[in-house]
Each structure stands twice: as structure tokens, then as C-alpha cells.
């Protein structure tokens, strides 16, 4: 009998993959946008092109955005609900409703067509919800555009503008149809090109791969090559291919360096200048590059060519191809954050799993992972300090 187990075994394997092809599909979106942001009054107005794929066998009769910077007006579900659950955030609490007019976020839409035709919508705070003029088809695709203005808010919790660490702006983007109460967030794999018009004296880090490298300059041009820096304003464009989120950073003073991981990605640093008097920020370099490999090497390649750790100046979280950190504060929190949102590149952003449904899998893994990273590298990580309970413990808590 011992003989037939591997061909049953085989038959049994085949027969649940068969299954397993009917019942299980990813959607697909293509985004382009061209946005402005004018650093004086913090508004942005912009254009978005969706093409969005159904892959699914269902006919879709509605599509869903977010609004996340909706969430930054008093009276909002992330107000109400941040001042009053019995554990708020210690970030938020009431500074939600304590903002002027001019502080607040928001996003209006100003026209949305579907395949060149206006459709009706409403929106419900964070969630625009869209009623397809014609429902898309399993296996066909429609186009969206949309045409929007917004204001960016002031920082509260993850984007915003001005924080405490003095990043004036950080920004994403992303879908799936839950409220933004400032938890986690999920999207549709896909493609990005964003095209930023913004003030040439601000640098910018983010998901994405730099496309005219050479005419941005700010540490983005080829080594040894000079850029001669316009006034007025410059045109940044950026693609990412097959990523479930976009996310950005601007600020004036943020330092740029670029390091090569040996058969891995470019790492870009992104970091306020004054972080140059203290040599946590080369440090972290080196750790970084040595984190990549480890990981590399245990679990994988990391599949895109590009990274950035940028100083977002508030917690720590993840993004495809970039992660907002702290930037401040003790080399050891540092670089123990930097591991664990780095971490989350090989199961939230290569895999995609929705970590608002699922956080245990992703989170779990991050923290595995980054503690064995931390543990291999102890010396480039701990560099004479004594090693404490745990790498997230100097932090005010990454997610
Ligand atoms: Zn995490």
C-alpha cells in the first residue's frame, strides 16, 4: 500500500489547487495622477485616472475611494471615536476637534466620470461611494477620472502637515471600503504614476521609483553630476509597478543620501538636516543595508529595486517601497523601528495581506522576523548598548 500514498497524495494536492483556481482572484488597478501642492496654503488640486480591472466573477455596481484627510475634521468618526474610547491614542485624543478652518483636511470632489460620462456619488466622511453609471463586467475593465481639490491637515496621526519632528508634508493614498479611524489600511495591487508639482525647494521621498532623476536633482541625480536647482516650481514623477498603496513626504530640509544593498534594492534616506549632528542617521544606514541583506537571504529578495526610510516624524508605518519614522530620539529606537517597518516589505507588501482584517499575520511575522534580524546583527544593532525586552520598546510604538 505504501507505494500508492504519493500518487494519492498528488491527486489530493491537484484537486484543491483545481478548486482553489475558481474561487480566488485579485483585482487590478492602474492609477495616474497629476497633482499640485502649494506650500503656502496647503492645498492640493489634482487629477487621478483609474483603470480598474474586475477579475472577479461578480458584475460591480459601485466603487469605493478614500478621503483620508476627511478624518482630520471635528466631528469625524476618528474624533468622536478618539475622544471617546477608554484607551485613545495618546497622539490624537481631542486635537481632532480642536482645529481651525484652515487646519483641517479635507478632499472635494470637483467632477467624476466613468468611461468619459459624470456618475452620482455620495460621500460618507472617509468613503466616497461611487454608483457606477455601468457596472463593470467580470473580466472587463472601466475608467475612472476624477478630479479633486484638498487641503492637507495638520499633523495629527500618520499624514498631515507641520509635525513635531518639523516634516511639512506627509501623504497616502489607498482603497478598500472601511472608515479611516486611523487603524490600518489595505489597497488593490497595481500600478502607480504620480506626476507632484511642488515648490522646488522641497525634496521628496516616497513609494515609487524617481523617473527624471536628472532634472529634480536633490540627491536623486546620478553620483557626481550637479543639478542646477530652478526657482519657481519642479515636476516630480514617480512609477510604482505593483504595489497596494502610494505614499509621500516633502519637506525643505530633508537631507537625501542613497546606499546600494549588495543584490537588493537602492536604500534612500530622507532625514532633517539638523539629524546630521548626531550619527544616528549614518548608523542606521549601515544597519539597514545589513537588514535588507539578512532578510534577503531568510526569506527572499525583496522585490522591488527601490527603498526609502524617511523621517514621517511620527511613529512608524509601512508603506510599499518606503516607510515613515521617527527620527529622533535613541539610536536603539531607532534602528529597532526601521527593522520592524522594513520587515513588513516581505509579507504585507509582497504578499498583500489585508492587515486590517488579518493583523496577527503580518504584525507576527514583522515581529519574528525583525527580532531575528536584531538578534543575527546584534552588534551593528545594540553598538554598546545593552540589548533591553524588546526593539519596539523606545518607540512610541510602530504598527
Ligand atoms: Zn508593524
Known sequence: MIHRLPALLLLSISSHFALAQDYRWQQRVEYAMDVRLDVTSHHIAGTQKLVYYNNSPDTLTKVYYHLYFNAFQPGSMMDVRSRTISDPDRRVTDRISKLKEDEIGYQHILTLKQDGKDVVYTVDHTILEVILAKPILPKTKTVIDLKFEAQVPLQIRRSGRDNREGIAYSDFQGWHAD???????????????????????????????????????????????????????????????????????????YAHDRVQVPNGPELHFFYQKNERTSDNWTKLQEAAVKTFQFLNERFGRYPYDTYSIIQGGDGGMEYPMCTFILGEGQYRGLVGLMAHEVTHSWYQMALASNESLYPWMDEGFADFASSEAQACLSELFWSGHQRSAGARQSTLGPL
Open 179 to 253: 472608515q479611516y479611524v486611523a487603524r490600518e489600511f489595505h489597497g488593490v495591487w497595481g500600478d502607480v504614476d504620480v506626476k507632484i508639482t511642488i515648490d522646488s525647494k522641497f525634496v521628496i521621498g516616497g513609494t515609487g521609483k524617481l523617473q527624471n532623476p536628472e532634472q529634480i536633482g536633490h540627491g536623486y541625480e546620478k553620483a557626481g553630476t550637479t543639478v542646477k536647482q530652478s526657482n519657481g516650481e519642479q515636476q516630480w514623477h514617480f512609477i510604482a509597478k505593483d504595489v497596494i498603496d502610494f505614499a509621500w513626504a516633502a519637506d525643505q530640509d
